[in-house]
């Protein structure tokens, strides 16, 4: 069973019960059978309702399917939930859904205790009836927010009390603020050198998957690239023509360690990442980033490998949106060397740290390999 019961006054319709129960033998016994039928028929309805009691909610089921609700601060969406019913319907009950404040509810009332919103609204459900409920929310700042409890309270239709029920298994469903963005007008400069996706006129590089047109065959064009039908129509060879093609690619490398505790600005260089990921997407470039906060995996730190896209989007903006001030951190020159060592540098990497001075030696051998980027004026996204 999904749902953990609590009985909110069994105990007084019990001794009701009972109550009637002896009247009714009473009266049988000294023929009062007026009374008799009164009585009988009070503990016909306290009967009914004691084995509603006792039986409503036991097939009702929440359609708790994963789900994220990804917002971004001051904008609204809805959490959803789906109920299903097969047993006894509910009537007047409450339903009360806490969640973290990383969100908040938008438009309705409700209570905060111990950093939870608990808001409570009206639920019913008939015999074989499906019913959804729509929570609006509204993101307050940048976190996860999971659903806590899920309780559906059921009042007794006749007399005082009511059935408690408690959502016991995981919830699947919750919601996530992304950081803050703000436009970003930064020119990347492409790798003629290297082979991507950017079209280059004065790339080395050709996509064999675009040909743009066919030229005169010359001596030592490969055969595969002849346009076989071109030639037959200009009764000489054809070669094709490819799009030139060049590499454009970015890392973010951000240092959150100052001294032994987590930098000042820890927000603000959250939504410079952030804000320079999205520039990325818009212009479907490539990026990475790595971030010298402890991870368990394939990276001994907070790294997402290079890609493009609106999943890779969204999955560096869910990255970004978990990080915590109480995390982990580990010394930026390591994650440095790692890197060094162990991952490709793209076309252009961008260092944002403090004490610029201090990692220098680790990073000159960067500057030989590629374009290196020191960002220092983060609300304009300025380059020292």
């Known amino acids: 069973m999904n749902w953990k019961r609590q009985d909110l006054g069994m105990k007084n319709t019990s001794i009701y019960v009972n109550i009637l129960i002896f009247i009714c033998s009473s009266s049988f016994l000294f023929k009062q059978y007026a009374l008799l039928s009164l009585f009988s028929f009070l503990l016909i309805i306290a009967l009914a309702q004691v084995y509603y009691y006792r039986k409503v909610g036991e097939k009702l089921e929440l359609l708790n399917k994963k789900k994220r609700v990804r917002l971004m601060k001051d904008t609204t969406s809805q959490i959803v939930l789906s109920f299903q019913n097969k047993g006894l319907p509910i009537w007047n009950g409450t339903l009360l859904i806490s969640f973290q404040t990383s969100i908040q509810p938008n438009g309705i009332a409700n209570t ?24 609006p929310i509204k993101g307050v700042h940048r976190g996860l927010a999971r659903i806590k409890e899920i309780e559906i309270q059921i009042p007794h239709p006749f007399t005082d009390g009511s059935v408690l029920l408690e959502y016991k ?34 790339s080395l590089f050709n996509d ?32 094709k023509v490819f799009t030139k093609v060049a590499d454009v690619s970015v890392l973010f490398v951000v240092n959150l360690k100052e001294k032994h505790s987590v930098v000042a600005d820890f927000e603000e260089k959250i939504e410079w990442l952030a804000s320079h990921i999205d520039a990325c997407y818009k212009k479907d470039i490539p990026f990475s980033f790595a971030i010298n906060i402890r991870a368990y995996g394939k990276y001994p730190f907070v790294y997402l490998p290079i890609g493009s896209g609106d999943t890779h989007r969204i999955q560096a903006l869910e990255i970004l949106s978990i ?14 060397t790692y890197i060094d060592t162990h991952i490709e540098l793209p076309v252009t990497v961008y260092v944002m740290t403090h004490d610029l001075e201090q990692f220098l030696p680790f990073l ?3 500057e030989q390999r590629t374009n290196v980027l020191y960002p220092m004026d983060l609300s304009k996204g300025g380059l020292f």
């Open 323 to 336: 990080l915590s001030v109480s995390d982990i951190l580990i010394p930026f020159e390591k994650i440095i």
């Open 208 to 239: 064999p998957f675009f040909p743009v047109g066919t030229r005169k065959y010359e001596p030592g064009d490969q055969f595969h690239h002849i346009h076989w039908k071109a030639s037959a129509k200009t009764q000489e060879l054809q070669t």
């Open 169 to 202: 298994p995981f919830i699947l469903m919750d919601a996530i603020v992304f950081p803050q963005i703000y436009p970003i007008d930064e020119e990347l400069i492409p790798s003629k050198f290297k082979q991507g996706k950017l079209e280059l006129n004065s």
């Open 364 to 366: 000159s051998p960067w």
């Open 112 to 135: 905060t205790i111990a950093g939870f919103h608990e808001v409570r609204v009206p639920f019913s459900i008939g015999y074989k009836k499906r019913v959804t409920l729509k929570i």
